[in-house]
């Protein structure tokens, strides 16, 4: 393969990324060649040590969104992010689909499970809170009755809330998690190939 | 950490630091520009270019304060690790 083979397939793979960055590798690597073959070395030569021009490229996109999720202040667009970060790193070695994915799909199915039943629970009390006022203003029940149906109610919405919170806790630390796992995975593949 | 080290002595072009570390270690040459990017994404280099006298103008790495402290940091876990491996080399199981 020649340097413009290369530059083509680095370009091809590198979709991901904005276009100036883009521009900025492919810059870098034109010099390393350059530098390369002006120490003497054969193009095809210096070509092949740098190995898959799609390997090269799916190592710098999974960078770079790795620390998108590692950067980002807004937590919906963190999950997006990190979301993305552990399909790049899919996307790298096969073998990842195991050892990324399994863990990373479990835990996502037992954080869904936990969202939905905070927030069951915060509908819920939400519900019965509504129940009560309608009570209360359509149908006369007993003092004591009303009084222990407001407590409960008010209780449960206490309760949802706090679970909506501890769940955000939660999803919170399952992200961070999640790239600090990311990053020492990718560190593994990279030293692996070495 | 080999190339942070490098960097910390002197500002380094890419071609130039893969050759000074493949003079002493076995490297595969296309592992050392993700590295390069990544720290320069984590903010521990910045680069600028520079005219070459050979053709096209070359990006330096150079390290900034922050890199400093990690490579600090680094060089000292290593050197602890190094010292107790060679420890248990020399001596053995410790009683």
Redesign the interface.
């Known amino acids: 393969m020649n340097r413009d083979q290369f530059i083509a397939e680095l370009r091809r793979s590198l979709t991901q990324l904005p276009q100036a960055e883009v521009e900025d590798?492919v810059?870098?690597?034109?010099?390393?060649i350059?530098?390369?073959v002006?120490?003497g070395r054969k193009e095809e030569a210096?070509i092949a040590?740098?190995?898959e021009a799609k390997?090269?490229a799916a190592?710098?996109q999974a960078?770079?969104k790795i620390?998108r999720a590692e950067n980002e202040k807004s937590f919906n667009k963190q999950v997006g992010h990190t979301v993305g970060a552990v399909f790049a790193i899919l996307a790298l070695a096969p073998l990842n689909i195991i050892i990324v994915l399994g863990p990373f799909m479990g835990i996502l199915g037992l954080l869904i499970g936990g969202w939905a039943l905070a927030m069951g629970l915060f509908a819920s009390s939400i519900a019965l809170f509504v129940i009560f006022i309608f009570k209360l203003i359509f149908i006369s029940v007993g003092f004591w009755t009303q009084t222990s149906t407001l407590l409960f109610s008010l209780g449960l919405i206490g309760s949802g809330l706090l679970a909506l919170i501890i769940m955000f806790g939660i999803s919170n630390a399952f992200i961070s998690m999640t790239i600090s796992y990311l990053k020492w995975n990718l560190n593994f593949i990279?030293s692996r190939?070495? | 950490m080999l190339v942070l080290s490098l960097v910390a002595q002197r500002d380094f072009y890419g071609y130039e630091l893969v050759e000074t570390i493949s003079q002493k270690i076995e490297i595969s040459e296309g592992t050392v520009y993700p590295i390069l990017r990544r720290l320069t994404l984590e903010k521990y280099f910045d680069s600028y270019l520079k005219e070459s006298s050979e053709g096209p103008s070359r990006k330096y790495y150079r390290m900034t304060s922050l890199g400093r402290k990690e490579t600090e940091k680094l060089l000292k876990e290593w050197k602890k690790f190094s010292t107790d491996v060679e420890f248990i080399i020399n001596h053995g199981e410790q009683k």
């Open positions: 590798i810059r870098d690597q034109l010099e390393y350059q530098d390369a002006a120490s210096v040590s740098l190995g390997n090269l190592n710098l960078d770079i620390q990279k190939s070495t």
